[in-house]
Structures are given as C-alpha cells and as structure tokens.
C-alpha cells in the first residue's frame, strides 16, 4: 500500500493562492486507507479552505469529489467537468494520482495535497511501517523476506555495518539493525550458511536513474489483439 500525509494546511494555502474557484479531489484507495486523503479528509481539508477564506474576507467556492482511484485514467475522465470550473484542484491522492491527472490534463492546474512517503504495510491499527522502496531488483528471496534496501539505514546488501551494536543501528538506538534481523531470520529457516555469499554491486538502474519505470504485460495486449481481429 502506498502511505502518505497530508501536507501542512499553509503550503496547502499557499499553492492555492488566489484561486477563487477551487476543487478538492479525493482518493477512495490507499490513501483512504491510511487516513491521509479519502472522502472524510478532503471534506476537512476543503472545510479549512473555506474557513480561512471567510477570515480573509474572501469570496472562496470550494468543491469537493472522490475517485475510484486517481491512478487510473478511466476514473480521471469523472473530473473533465470539475476541471473547466475549476482555478486550481488540490489532489488528496499520492504522488501517482497527481502526476497521471495532471498529464489528462495538461492544461489544468492540479497541486499535491500530500506528501507521498513509502510502500508500506498496517502493523496496527492507525500505524503502518515501510516495507518496500521499489528499487525495481529485489534481493528478499536471499534476506528471509527483510528489505535491506529501506529497512537498513545505509542499504547495505552484505551487513551488517561496522556501526551495528548489540543487535541495534547506529542511527538510532530504538532501532534494530536490519541485518541482525536478516541473520536472525536465515539461522531461524535453517539457512546460516547462505550469509557467507557476496551479493553483488546493486544494479539501480532498475530503480529511478533511468527515466520512469514501465511494466507491460504481453498477454494482456495478445488478448486485445486477438478481439480486433
């Protein structure tokens, strides 16, 4: 799941700027989930546009919506409409969601209302915790299922460090140094021995220094293929 947080309400403000007509969109996925930028937070965050409109003496509209999912162009279609009425339209959706809309439509302005932070997984209620960076080469069949790449401080693919203390990472004492849990889990499974082969020089290519990422999948267009014909 993606996992966000909404951005302070006065870079919010400040994005906005005089825009008279404005149009809060929300997302009814991930960001629901994590109580970043569903239904419920894009009403609150359009209560307190209009809010601080009122106490500036301002003639402010400010309409609000949720999607299916921002990250989908069939869902995006729903805000044509909204988008010629609107100055500006603030997305609740991460950073995806912003981006996609905003190449629908070029000639729109959209702002991010959320600060996009991780791939991450619910630990419990009200809490979830980075699991994934999608760096595009994952080494979890070799690590017991442990990423070294956000769960180790340095992303070290052979640790642990020299920096590594009783089991603890040197950047913060709270925090269990990633490798202790990878030789944790390998000697639970059996697979100790694994520890001793050197993981290569990271190719991060396959992560964002090559342009954007793509993924398609043949079968789907062979498909599509075989119902024009």
């Not at 996992?3 to 007509?21: C, Q, S, T």
């Not at 409409?81 to 959209?110: F, H, K, Q």
């Not at 017991?144 to 009783?166: E, F, H, M, T, Y």
């Not at 849990?181 to 021995?193: F, N, T, W």
Request: with cysteine; net charge negative.
């Amino acid at each position: 799941m993606i996992v966000a947080d909404r951005k302070p309400l006065d870079e919010i403000l400040e994005m906005v700027g005089d825009a008279n007509r404005i149009l809060v969109s929300a997302c009814n996925t991930c960001v629901t989930v994590c109580l970043a930028g569903g239904r419920r937070e894009a009403a609150v965050l359009a209560s307190q546009i209009r809010i601080h409109a009122q106490e500036a003496g301002r003639t402010v509209e400010v309409r609000e919506n949720c999607l299916e999912r921002h990250c989908d162009a069939e869902f995006l279609a729903e805000l044509a409409g909204e988008l010629e009425w609107a100055d500006v339209m603030v997305s609740t959706a991460c950073g995806v969601g912003v981006n996609l809309a905003s190449e629908v439509y070029p000639s729109a302005r959209i702002i991010p209302g959320l600060n996009t932070s991780f791939f991450g997984a619910t630990d419990a209620p009200g809490r979830w915790l980075e699991m994934c960076g999608g760096c595009g080469d994952c080494v979890l069949h070799r690590t017991g299922g442990i990423c070294p790449i956000v769960r180790c401080a340095k992303s070290i693919l052979n640790g642990p460090c020299g920096g590594s203390q009783d089991g603890k990472c040197e950047v913060d004492p709270d925090t269990t140094c990633a490798w202790q849990e990878i030789i944790d889990r390998l000697a639970l499974q059996g697979r100790s021995a694994e520890l001793e082969a050197v993981e290569p020089v990271k190719d991060w290519g396959t992560s964002h220094s090559g342009g954007r990422r793509r993924r398609i999948v043949d079968e789907v267009f062979q498909a599509e293929g075989e119902g024009e014909a």
